[in-house]
């Protein structure tokens, strides 16, 4: 049996919510529901990741910074790097666990009650293959029909406006 290499793709809308699914051409994806960048006073999306197919994620690492944490004082978080030329180069964005702080910095924020199993999964993956690529596209008429759900109440009712 061959076992592909497995991916990240993130879709984001407008307000910054999206699914990140874990890919293996073989598998269904894992999706986890997440957001990335805040809403500014003029509603507009700002600190959002750049869309692109440059990305990769390197090891997970614990830590207590109560933006990333699953519990108090427990969280996790994983540099995201931009791949120029073999080089990679780091920005300041990572996928974490959404500590119930709103928005991010143009992290990716994990909303799952599971975002622990990803972490888990990343740090098996990159056993067994280098890097694990991220592929990030922002499409703004997506939130309207399958994302809006996974915001707050309050945001739901503002995206369907």
């Known amino acids: 049996m061959i076992v592909k290499e497995y991916y990240l793709t993130f879709v984001y809308d407008e307000r910054g919510f999206g699914q990140l699914q874990l890919h293996n051409d073989s598998l269904i994806p894992l999706e986890y529901r997440c957001r990335?960048?805040?809403?500014?006073?003029?509603?507009?999306?700002?600190?959002?990741?750049?869309?692109?197919?440059?990305?990769?994620?390197?090891?997970?690492?614990?830590?207590?910074?109560?933006?990333m944490t699953i519990t108090p004082g427990k969280g996790w978080k994983v540099r995201m790097?931009?791949?120029?030329?073999?080089?990679?180069?780091?920005?300041?964005?990572?996928?974490?666990?959404?500590?119930?702080?709103?928005?991010?910095?143009?992290?990716?924020?994990?909303?799952?009650?599971?975002?622990?199993?990803?972490?888990?999964?990343?740090?098996?993956?990159?056993?067994?293959q280098n890097k694990i690529q991220v592929v990030v596209t922002r499409c703004d008429f997506y939130g309207q029909s399958n994302i809006a759900v996974q915001g707050t109440e309050n945001e739901v009712r503002e995206i369907s406006a």
């Open 81 to 128: 790097y931009r791949e120029i030329d073999g080089s990679m180069i780091y920005h300041g964005f990572l996928i974490h666990p959404d500590g119930n702080v709103p928005g991010t910095l143009g992290c990716l924020g994990i909303q799952n009650d599971d975002a622990l199993i990803l972490k888990e999964r990343i740090e098996q993956i990159l056993k067994r």
């Open 36 to 67: 990335t960048g805040s809403i500014n006073r003029d509603g507009e999306l700002v600190r959002a990741i750049e869309p692109g197919p440059w990305w990769v994620v390197g090891n997970p690492a614990w830590t207590t910074e109560e933006a």
